[in-house]
């Protein structure tokens, strides 16, 4: 169930660019459908920029310029941002002005024509298969929540599936028997991904051993539960995946999206196409997948420098 913006999550000052800005929050729960997590990274950017604006007595979003805006991202550059915080803050800017633009509130963007940071492309770091297999061996499958953990790993690894993703499947989202489940990427669209044979095993064990006597207890619809019968939080899951990459040897670092990377390098090594695997990942643009050829590529090259003579 989506939780819409509150009233409390308003900044402090009730002005005139607040009260737009929580409209705003309004249209992307309601009407645009977008994830709980995606609103409120919105409102976190949004809320800093309100905070920002009173601070130079600016309240009415009419009145601000793109001095200001350029000015909003200096102070954040000087607050020693990452680039691509300042550019998630700058878009959450230019998406919250077009609203105001469509709904006549405002007669041009500010945001529109304001400096972007240049933002160095970051290669997904990805486990070895050797040390997925680790990671997804590591639970002890003689107990319940070993069970659990497993069958979570083998289905992450599985379908490439965001965490966000996973944690808001239902059990009615699961056909075990052909082999599939239903899941709502980001902007709730709906896509359905395989699951591979290893974690049906893991899956079909975990809902005959484990998940009916947890769920009995609160009637809980998610697929994958804790031992109290509640959904898994985000920082519960994470917590989950450190503590078997720990078990595991792992050394590199992990990430909540390493498995997702991981599973879209693995299948591009393997020969998969890549429209299929932008399918597979439920990408928008085949450019957000083309980051794996990159990925490919390096390891290509490291192949080539271990294994040739005169490299």
């Not at 309100?50 to 009415?60: P, R, V």
């Not at 997925?132 to 790993?153: Q, S």
């Not at 390098?265 to 439920?282: C, F, K, M, W, Y």
Request: net charge positive.
């Amino acid at each position: 169930m989506r939780r819409h913006p509150e009233p409390q999550d308003r900044p402090a000052a009730d002005t005139a660019l607040a009260r737009r800005v929580a409209d705003f929050l309004l249209h992307l729960s309601i009407e645009r459908g977008l994830s709980v997590n995606t609103v409120d990274a919105y409102r976190r950017d949004l809320h800093q920029f309100c905070e920002f604006a009173a601070s130079a007595g600016l309240d009415d979003p009419a009145a601000i310029t793109q001095d200001e805006i350029d000015r909003f991202l200096t102070h954040l550059k000087r607050k020693n941002l990452a680039p691509t915080s300042v550019s998630r803050k700058l878009a959450a800017l230019r998406t919250f002005y077009k609203f105001l633009c469509r709904e006549g509130h405002v007669q041009g963007s500010p945001a529109a024509t304001a400096t972007q940071p240049h933002i160095a492309r970051r290669i997904p770091g990805t486990l070895s298969i050797a040390e997925v297999d680790a990671l997804l061996n590591a639970p002890d499958m003689h107990t319940p929540n070993g069970l659990r953990d497993r069958a979570m790993l083998e289905t992450l690894y599985s379908t490439g599936m965001r965490i966000s993703e996973i944690l808001t499947v239902r059990l009615a989202d699961l056909n075990l028997g052909e082999g599939w489940l239903r899941c709502f990427g980001k902007g709730s669209k709906e896509r359905l991904v395989t699951i591979g044979r290893t974690a049906a095993e893991c899956l079909h064990l975990y809902l005959e051993q484990v998940r009916p006597r947890w769920a009995a207890r609160t009637g809980a619809e998610e697929l994958f539960l804790t031992d109290r019968g509640q959904a898994f939080s985000r920082s519960g899951f994470w917590k989950v995946i450190k503590k078997y990459a720990l078990q595991a040897g792992i050394q590199k670092k992990i990430t909540p999206h390493t498995l997702r990377h991981s599973f879209a390098t693995h299948l591009l090594d393997g020969g998969a196409d890549l429209r299929v695997i932008q399918e597979l990942l439920g990408h928008a643009r085949i450019a957000t997948t083309q980051i794996y050829t990159h990925v490919s590529t390096q390891r290509l090259h490291e192949v080539y420098r271990k294994a040739h003579p005169r490299a």
